[in-house]
């Protein structure tokens, strides 16, 4: 139980484009999750809170406009990088929250932008 | 400050050669503390999670033990198939979920 899956596990885009990143519960409702970003060799960074049905929270440092979180639905939360740059080139992983703790993250979403 | 310190960031050793990994962390107010293991190019694995002080976990030939200030993953007669960064995180009284992570120890374990 409590899978998350994320699509597509990498991608390559040109400078300027607009990538979207899934994330899904597949056998849980999450009413939370998590997006993380990871540079190479590096922890995971948080990047913002997803709630269901509510604008997500982003922590110090990181641009709204530019990472765009939606969480329509209890199984599904989608981060959009909006005018991609090289130096946005990252692993992107997303959590889904069962309730208090923190359990499962997907597998992750490497993101490279020409 | 929230913060959460692993050591050593590497670690390599023999096949069979038992070893501990530390996190330390210093937080406001310690909700759980978790470990998971990170393979390259993937997504963190759950192994643990401690709630209070002197708890203490197994799963096959890892152990995971807590005090008020740091945690140790204990690592008994690795196997090459152990190698892999090993993550520590906090999660703190008052954040749903949110987890504050250490910087990992990538562990390789040699036949």
């Known amino acids: 139980g409590a899978v998350v899956s994320q699509h597509p596990s990498w991608v390559i885009c040109k400078s300027g484009t607009s990538v979207k990143i899934e994330c899904r519960s597949l056998?849980?409702?999450?009413?939370?999750m998590f997006w993380y970003r990871q540079f190479p060799k590096q922890s995971l960074m948080l990047m913002a809170t997803s709630n269901e049905g509510s604008k997500a929270t982003y922590e110090q440092g990181v641009e709204k406009d530019k990472f765009l979180i939606n969480h329509a639905s209890l199984t599904l939360s989608t981060l959009t990088v909006t005018s991609a740059h090289p130096e946005d080139s990252s692993f992107y992983i997303c959590?889904?929250?069962?309730?208090?703790?923190?359990?499962?993250f997907g597998a992750g979403s490497r993101l490279t932008v020409l | 400050e929230d913060q959460v310190t692993q050591s050593p960031e590497a670690l390599r050793l023999q096949e069979g050669e038992s070893s501990s990994l530390n996190c330390s962390y210093t937080v406001s107010g310690l909700r759980g503390l978790f470990w998971y293991r990170q393979d390259p190019g993937k997504g963190p694995e759950f192994l643990f999670t401690l709630y209070s002080a002197g708890e203490e976990k197994e799963k096959e030939r890892l152990k995971a033990t807590l005090t008020k200030k740091e945690s140790f993953l204990h690592i008994t007669a690795p196997k090459p198939e152990d190698s892999a960064t090993y993550l520590c995180a906090v999660q703190t009284r008052g954040n749903t979920g949110k987890l504050i992570f250490g910087q990992g120890t990538t562990l390789q374990v040699k036949p």
């Open positions: 056998d849980f409702q999450a009413t939370t």
């Open positions: 959590s889904a929250s069962l309730g208090a703790n923190v359990l499962t």
